[in-house]
């Protein structure tokens, strides 16, 4: 059984990943999925040999917090239910929604003598406080049920060192897997490139746009020559509504779809990446993907020792930039030269079919 909130064609290149896998295990014996979803009749035409059992989201990226407690308890309502219907002897859970599923996944291996892989994409509740005030009794007591539900898990997959060395402080004594979410080259990756940067995602504090904003506009106030646009909202829209108003190089197109954000994307050269460096040990930036999709290359504005700095760097995927304004300044300077003497990029992909299958032999094992 695999459980995860979002799924195929709704979430992006790692939702086609685990359609992919879901298939694979079916060829190995019965296979359900448990998600939620818009496009119930769509998953369903193309799911093949394997059982799905959706509900229909209640929230979106923009909903109160409150509301999305509810639909995790209606989850979870479904996830039960499915358990009980369908007694899986492994099952793979996702952080997606996390702590309260992946508990329920793990309270029923631990009294029904069976297995599950845990596939951690965020670390909460550590992550949830960098967002939101939690009372300390509380954050101890979600830590505890959390690190209780990875030592019942037959194996635990995590996407870096910084988050594997979080886990294992924590108190994991499970056998952990570092596996890279995909990035497959997209439709739009090959389009002609604006000499230009795109921001898509969520423009909040944890995205350092308290350095950022002011960056570019003493970028271009000194006259410099690239375009940037940027995609989503967040607490910092306003800001970046006033900057699309002032200079004529910026553009803002707020929240679109997934698809749209990516056809934008893929239209400019470099993508802006900041991430504050305290995030990395919980939490990866889902926009590397996305960009790496869309071909574009990475500006990084985060800790110049963080692995993410060092995988772009080693991987010459891109400039990577210090959290603070001058040199992020610096940055698109330099990127402004190699704009203009070379815009051919051969991307970095990491393929759903690879993605896939290292994470069944992973589940399987």
Request: net charge positive; charged share 15%.
């Amino acid at each position: 059984m695999i459980v995860s909130r979002d799924f195929w064609p709704h979430a992006a290149a790692i939702g086609t990943g685990l359609f992919k896998l879901a298939k694979d295990l079916a060829c190995y014996g019965e296979t359900s999925v448990v998600t939620m979803s818009h496009s119930k009749e769509e998953i369903k035409q193309q799911s093949g040999k394997c059982n799905f059992l959706i509900a229909k989201p209640l929230t979106h990226s923009g909903s109160k917090i409150i509301l999305r407690v509810f639909e995790m308890g209606y989850f979870v309502l479904l996830l039960i239910f499915s358990l009980v219907l369908k007694r899986p002897s492994n099952v793979y859970v996702t952080t997606n929604p996390p702590i309260l599923i992946p508990f329920v996944v793990a309270l029923y291996t631990f009294l029904f003598n069976k297995s599950f892989t845990y596939h951690i994409q965020d670390i909460h509740p550590e992550a949830s406080t960098l967002i939101f005030k939690l009372p300390r009794s509380l954050v101890v007591l979600l830590k505890k049920i959390d690190t209780w539900s990875l030592n019942q898990a037959k194996t635990v997959i995590t996407l870096t060192e910084e988050m594997k060395s979080t886990l294992v402080d924590r108190g994991c004594i499970r056998p952990i897997f570092l596996l890279a979410n995909p990035s497959d080259q997209s439709n739009f990756s090959k389009v002609e490139k604006i000499s230009g940067v795109v921001y898509a995602g969520n423009a909040g504090r944890l995205q350092n746009m308290d350095i950022v904003i002011p960056a570019i506009e003493q970028y271009l106030s000194d006259g410099g020559g690239l375009s940037f646009a940027f995609i989503g909202g967040g607490v910092y829209a306003s800001e970046i509504t006033r900057l699309a108003n002032t200079y004529s190089k910026i553009k803002y197109f707020g929240k679109v779809d997934g698809s749209t954000a990516l056809s934008i994307s893929a239209k400019y050269a470099w993508g802006l990446l900041p991430i504050n460096g305290e995030v990395l040990r919980y939490a990866y930036p889902s926009k590397v993907p996305s960009y790496l999709s869309a071909g574009c290359r990475l500006i990084c504005c985060t800790d110049p020792d963080s692995s993410l700095a060092q995988w772009i760097k080693k991987n010459n995927l891109g400039v990577c930039a210090s959290q603070d304004q001058t040199s992020l300044i610096d940055a698109f300077r330099h990127v402004e030269s190699i704009s203009q003497r070379d815009s051919n990029f051969s991307g970095y992909f990491i393929s759903t079919s690879d993605f896939s299958s290292t994470l069944s032999s992973i589940v399987r094992a």
